[in-house]
């Protein structure tokens, strides 16, 4: 029989739900303000205090991309905290892995289950998965051909649920919850971007009520769109109950 150890006393889990919410904002009005300046460097060496949610969250991302995946951030986790935090979750963004884009969001119902959610958006175009080849491809409305999407949201998906079983420590995680706790791996897809709607019917699954495609590389992932989100949970919830 497995013994489950508290974590001590004077333990604290990364930052999440309302703080991290109140971080991302802050991140992001201050990325908008970096963006819209004169001259990055000046503000950087200025003596300015940079905030501590954008020092945690706004530095992992390129700065080219920040402002738009801060504000993406911001209003899924809002989203989220609305939606289940009567059923007790937990909504830790940015969770930075070394050499990988950080997770996006982990998403925690202790010792029900685990999501891990990468978003994504790349324009005003589909993303289509070569069996194949087994990867993600880009494809151009207006133009012919196909591109293959590097690095794979897939294969960063699987690398995050390894990050976690070696990090667990930092969720006061046992080995059990760790590896046994039923996780989902989920690439959302922002607007405009969107998945084909012409794969084959193989590679969809059923969760609940819900046809997705489930792409199978180092194990599953669900692909869809950020307005099914909150649907998703509800059914991955519902799955293990």
């Known amino acids: 029989m497995t013994t489950v150890k508290d974590p001590p006393t004077d333990f604290q889990l990364p930052p999440h739900n309302e703080a991290a919410l109140e971080m991302l904002r802050e991140a992001k009005d201050y990325e908008s303000t970096v963006a819209l300046a004169a001259s990055g460097a000046a503000l950087a060496t200025g003596g300015i205090v940079h905030p501590l949610g954008w020092l945690l969250f706004g530095l992992a991302y390129k700065p080219l991309v920040a402002t738009q995946k801060l504000a993406r951030l911001e209003k899924l986790t809002a989203s989220l905290l609305d939606e289940f935090k009567s059923e007790g979750i937990q909504v830790f963004p940015v969770l930075k892995v070394e ?9 925690r119902f202790e010792r029900k289950v685990h999501l891990f959610i990468s978003i994504r958006s790349i324009g005003d175009k589909e993303i289509v998965y070569n069996e194949a080849r087994e990867v993600l491809q880009i494809k151009r409305k207006d133009k012919h ?4 999407w590097n690095p794979c949201p897939l294969l960063e998906l699987a690398d995050y649920e390894k990050w976690l079983s070696k990090n667990r420590d930092l969720f006061g995680m ?3 919850e760790a590896t046994k706790t039923p996780s989902a791996k989920v690439l959302v897809l922002w607007p405009p971007t969107k998945a084909a709607d012409d794969h084959n019917s193989h590679l969809y699954s059923e969760v609940g009520s819900m046809r997705i495609l489930a792409l199978r590389r180092k194990g599953t992932a669900f692909v869809i769109q950020q307005e099914e989100v909150t649907e998703f949970i509800k059914a991955w919830l519902a799955k293990y109950e």
């Open 99 to 107: 050499d990988k884009n950080p997770i996006d969001l982990f998403v």
């Open 145 to 148: 051909g196909l591109k293959v």
């Open 174 to 176: 046992s080995s059990r």
